[in-house]
Every structure is written in C-alpha cells, then in structure tokens.
C-alpha cells in the first residue's frame, strides 16, 4: 500500500462508519494478527494447494461474487453462499480480514485497508513457510495458471512455467493451459516440467484413436514414510468451452470409470492416502465425490470458489473431503492428515488469504518477475484511461468490467448488441485506478482474441443465450461448465434460472423494442472458437474505446431480472436487477 498515515487513518475512520470491525492498530503497522499465518502441523501427511491464479504474478485486486446461484440439489448449500450468508455459514467475524477475503462486503473501502492479494513473490514466502513446518508437504497447481496475464501470452506461457518450478510446484493439472496449444503443452510438460521433477496429471485426457493416455494418470509420493497418491482431472469440458482445433487429438471428459480404476491402481500399490488434483468446478466434485470412492480429498479449482473448509462428502465406502481454494493466487489452501494404522484418522485444513502487504516479498522470486516484465513495461504501463467506477469481472450474470467491453464493442463495431464471454478471471480495479494495458489483457489475454460483427436473427441470439444458461444453471452438474452467463450489450431479459432448457430466456429486448424471431441485428463479440476466425483481437477494439473516452464513469450495469430464485436466496445479495 502506498498511503500515509493521514489517509490510511481516514479509512480506517470509512470502515469503522460502515460497521467494519477492524484491529487499526495490526492494521496500521501493516501486520496481521500474530497467529494470522501460524498454521500448527498435524498430523504426517500436508498439501498445499493453489488454482486458477490466471498467470498473475504480482499483486491484484480480485472482488468475490455477490451473485453465485445454485440449482437443484445445490440450492443454498456450499459454494453458492455470498456475503454475510457465506460469512454466517463459516462464523467469520465480519469486518475482519477473513470478511474481505471470502466476500464482497465493502470491497472498496477494505482493499485499501488490507491492500492487494496475491502475488507470486509473496505466495513463495507463505509456501515456504508453510513447507519449513512440513518437511515433504507437496504443492498442488490446480491449473488456469498460464492464461490470463500480457506476459503470458506474450512469452508464450514460459514466465509463468518458469515462476512455477521456481515456487516449488510438485504437481499441476490443466484447463487454460490447452489453449496453447497441444505442441507447447507437450512441449512444457516433456521439456521444463521433466528437468524440473514436477508431475503433470490427468486421467480423463486421452488420445482420440486408441483411448490412450496422453499423461499420466496419477502420480505416487511417499511422504513421512506414508504412500500417497495424486489422480489428475482435467477441465472435462476443454475442447467445448475452447477452441477443439487446438487439441485436434485429444478427449476429455470426466470418466468417472476411469477414475475409481486408477483410484483402485493406486490403492492396491499400496496407496494410504489418494486425493484428487481436479479442475472439475466444485459441484462436479461434489457429485463425483459421492460417486467414486476410495479418495480421501479433491483438491479442486475452475470455478473460482473460495470455500474456508471441506465439504464433507459421503459414498459407498467413506467420505471424501471436497474443497476449493478461489482464484487469481489470492488463497492457499493448507491439508494436513494424519494417517496411522494404514488409513486417515483426522485432518485440519486451513484456506488462507494471501495478504501481499502482510507478507515479504521473496527477493529471488521478486527478482526474477521483475526480469521477466522488464521488456514488457512500458507496454504495460500504458494508460489508456482512468475509472471512476469500480471495475469488477465476477458473479453470474454481470460485472462492470464485463460492460466496458460490451459497450466498447458496441461503440467501435457500431453493434445493436454483443456478446462477451462469461470468464470468470480477470482482475479488479478501484475508483480512480488508471486503466493500463496491463489490467484491459487481464479481461481479454487469450489466444484467440478475434472480434467479430456478426448479423444475427433475434431467434438465433435467443438460442445462445439458452445454450449458455444451460451450461451454467443445469441441474445436473456433470452437465455444467463452470463459467457465468455470457455477457450482452445492448439486450435487456429476464433468467428463470430452474426452468427448463429453452425456457429460462424471456422477455428480451434491443434499444428497448422486444426481440423480434425473424429479424437480422448486428452483433459484436469476441474469443470464437471456430478455427480461422479473422477479426480486430479484442483489447485494440477496448484500447480504441478507452483512449477516446479518456475517464469511465457511470457505466449502466445491464443485469437480467431473476426470477423464481426467492428474494432471500442465500447465493444473491445487493443485486440491483431485480429479483423474485
């Protein structure tokens, strides 16, 4: 954080007026309580586990949802509980740094107090310090670690392969990681990740000819003197919600089969301790967990989800502990078994916020970011524009960075209307912020950014949008994808969640007239995944925009009216579209 002390005292003063309950003291010499990263070792057996940190290796502000709805079976329970729900469920004191972390609540005025999460330099000084205590405690990347930043995609995902071996990553599983490309993903994984001794995992990837492996499926550890073994589950969905003609020869899937097989493999080699490294999203896990037994943990990822402590899970031979550990490297989550007499006896787990202002930055780590951004930094740095609105990307239907590029589009393509991607990654940032180039390819670094300007019929743009409503409200969650409703511009509607597929999409209109079935519109979008997509990449269309604008302020956030979700539904709060 950069304030004085006059101004840090004015917001404390803010916070205090909004009913935060903040230690100024602990705050004010920029520590956390005493204890805050004491974590006692228990028992013989420790992970620790990070996921889904979007190729961000400094610092970044990153807002949780204040919309995470579940459906059928999953309505009300875990990982669908936001603000003071999510808080009440776990008895997190509000106001506290644990309160800031986990929700919403008062997210502008406690970023400032607590400052920025995150950060590769400040997560290797917490895994170290974790690891000091747990001699042989392994480190799980869950994946979506080399997407999401500038630089990854312009060294190609190397800085973020080269600041993973240098964290000390034992295992990684992948999603993003496909997008580029299957040649480089090999190459990575036969290359860098075999020199460096890490294990990359996932046994529902197979070859499309012969069913063949493409990595391994698990691997085997010993640890304290106890067998372990690491089962990988890759985003089941990849050549789906991503481009299939990146990944020409593999198939994905979920594959339950496959994975009480080589749950049973490791086993019987004499395996006492078998968790999951998953990129499944969290109710894929929670149902998988209650179908295939034998695994005493999933450590999981994908959707983003910052859940404090395991779902405990039952099946026909145990319990299996569910977690998931949030996302843009904010959260580390720690797993400690104790394993006597052959099996798992207890555990403690602790998820915790990586504070980047209450922990040092790692001088080797520090070292090597800053050498990896130097050629990169005036690019960077650019400023395209300053914001006066809060600019956040996260929760199911919208998010005011996700309307800044709709309405960019909109404005540069002369569109009736756009689509945009309903990502859940991408960074925050607060009223007054500057808007580099930096933080525009933290919403848009993919490697197939076209635009495109497509004419439309209003019955085909109803059919996407139910497509994409059912990927994400099916109440079967082996039939969801894990991301958020795609983003539109220019079109107003009311999402029926629980209804049935084709039915959920109603009262839809552009420029306030309804959507007529016959009638051609002009529709801006981004990221196709069809092969040979031609098109102007996404961030120079927003750059364009910004430049123009020079200063965002009062962005109309365009959010569906909800309807038959209930006005008390616990995964929904402070939504202004309306709900019923």
């Known amino acids: 954080m ?22 100024s003291k602990s705050a004010l010499a920029g520590k956390a309580p005493a204890n805050f990263y004491d974590v006692p070792r228990h028992g013989n057996v420790s992970f620790m586990h990070f996921t889904d940190c979007h190729a961000q290796l400094l610092p970044v502000w990153f807002r949780e949802p204040n919309v995470n709805l579940g459906v059928g079976g999953a309505f009300g329970k875990v990982p669908h509980l936001v603000g003071q729900n999510l808080l009440k469920h776990y008895g997190i004191k509000p106001g506290s740094a644990e309160a800031h972390a986990f929700t919403y609540l008062d997210f502008t005025e406690a970023a400032k107090v607590y400052g920025k999460v995150g950060g590769f330099a400040h997560l290797k000084t917490l895994v170290d310090k974790i690891r000091a205590q747990r001699p042989g405690a392994l480190l799980l990347d869950g994946g979506d670690t080399w997407q999401g930043s500038a630089t990854s995609l312009w060294t190609d995902a190397q800085d973020m392969v080269d600041a993973c071996i240098q964290l000390g990553v034992n295992i990684m599983t992948p999603h993003w990681e496909s997008t580029f490309g299957a040649d480089r993903v090999m190459e990575i994984v036969n290359r860098d990740f075999k020199k460096a001794g890490i294990d990359f995992v996932a046994q529902n990837i197979i070859t499309n000819d012969f069913g063949d492996q493409v990595f391994k499926p698990y691997t085997m550890k010993e640890q304290n003197g106890v067998k372990i073994a690491i089962v ?36 019987a080699k004499g395996a006492k301790v078998v968790v999951v490294l998953s990129h499944n999203g969290m109710d894929v896990d929670l149902k998988m967990a209650s179908r295939v037994t034998g695994i005493d943990a999933i450590f999981g990822g ?19 502990l569910v977690t998931n550990a949030g ?21 403690k787990y602790r998820l915790l916020p990586v504070f980047s202002n209450l922990l040092p930055a790692d001088p080797a780590m520090d070292a090597y970011i800053k050498k990896v951004r130097a050629p990169y930094e005036k690019k960077l740095n650019e400023t395209l524009a300053v914001t006066d609105d809060f600019l956040y990307r996260r929760g199911n239907f919208n998010g005011t960075w996700d309307q800044l590029l709709v309405d960019a589009m909109m404005d540069v393509k002369g569109a009736d209307a756009a689509f945009s991607p309903g990502f859940r990654w991408g960074t925050t940032l607060l009223p007054g912020d500057p808007i580099t180039m930096e933080r525009l390819m933290d919403q848009t670094a993919i490697t197939y950014p076209q635009t495109t300007l497509t004419n439309m019929s209003g019955e085909m743009i109803k059919v996407i949008m139910e497509d994409v409503a059912d990927n994400l409200f099916n109440a079967d969650p082996y039939y969801q994808q894990g991301g958020d409703m795609v983003r539109v511009g220019g079109i107003e509607y009311t999402m029926a969640p629980n209804a049935k597929m084709g039915s959920r999409i ?18 801006a979008g981004w990221a196709p995944v069809a092969e040979g997509a031609d098109g102007e990449p996404i961030w120079e269309v927003v750059a364009t925009y910004l430049r123009d604008k020079k200063v965002i302020k009062g962005l109309k956030l365009n959010e569906p009216k909800i309807v038959g979700v209930g006005k008390s539904n616990p995964g929904i709060a402070d939504y202004k579209g309306g709900v019923s």
């Open 506 to 523: 109603t009262r839809m209109t552009i420029k306030g007239k309804p959507v007529v079935a016959n009638k051609n519109y002009k529709v």
């Open 302 to 320: 994908h959707t983003h989800d910052g859940v404090p402590q395991p779902v405990k899970v039952k099946n026909a031979k145990g319990v299996t």
């Open 327 to 347: 996302s843009n490297g904010k959260f580390l989550g720690v797993m400690d078994f104790d394993v006597r007499g052959g099996k798992v006896q207890s555990f």
């Open 2 to 23: 950069h304030m004085n002390r006059r101004e840090f005292l004015q917001l404390l003063a803010v916070a205090a007026a909004s009913g935060m309950a903040i230690d």
């Open 232 to 267: 990988g589950q890759a985003f089941p969905y990849t050549p789906i919600a991503n481009p299939r003609w990146m990944v020409p020869d593999w198939s994905f899937g979920i594959r339950d089969d496959n994975m009480q097989k080589w749950v049973d493999d490791a086993r």
